[in-house]
């Protein structure tokens, strides 16, 4: 419970609130945030799916280098 007596898990803050992200890019780079996140840059979890089977047709193919691979493992996090 917080403080008004009101349920936390529901109350958490902002910085835990999901963000409902739009970006198509099946290919990124990974960086890390240093600031909230921004919408347009932040993938669906349908992109997210169709990235990690485009990696692993590649990894299997070996038609990218390990680099590349743990980069973009990296940016699906």
Not at 26 to 41: G, V
């Amino acid at each position: 419970m917080n403080s008004d007596g009101g349920d936390m898990s529901n109350d958490e803050g902002a910085e835990n609130q999901a963000i409902k992200g739009y970006s198509r890019e099946i290919e990124k780079p990974y960086f890390r945030l240093t600031s909230a996140p921004d919408p347009s840059e932040v993938r669906p979890e349908i992109i997210l799916a169709e990235s990690l089977a485009m990696l692993k047709k590649k990894w299997d193919k070996k038609s990218s280098d390990y680099k590349y691979i743990d980069d973009q493992f990296r940016s699906l996090r």
